[in-house]
C-alpha cells in the first residue's frame, strides 16, 4: 500500500510540473502575442526583427 501511496505522490508531482511547465509556456505566448499587437498598435511593421524583439522581450512581462 506504501508503494502504491508512493507511485501516486510520484504521478501527481510529474503532473502539477508538466502543468506549471505548461502555464508558463502559455504566459509566455501571451506576452509574446501583447507585445505584437502594441507593435502593430503602434504603426510598426512585423518582420524578422521585430518578431524576435517580441519574443526576447516578452519574457520580462511574465
Not at 502559455?26 to 524583439?53: C, E, F, P, R
Request: charged share 25%; net charge negative; glycine share 4%.
Amino acid at each position: 500500500e506504501a508503494e502504491q501511496f508512493e507511485k501516486i505522490n510520484d504521478a501527481i508531482a510529474k503532473s502539477k510540473a508538466q502543468s506549471d511547465k505548461a502555464e508558463n509556456m502559455i504566459k509566455l505566448m501571451s506576452a509574446t502575442v501583447n507585445d505584437l499587437i502594441k507593435t502593430m498598435a503602434d504603426g510598426g511593421k512585423l518582420n524578422d526583427t521585430t518578431l524576435n524583439n517580441a519574443s526576447e522581450n516578452s519574457s520580462t512581462h511574465i
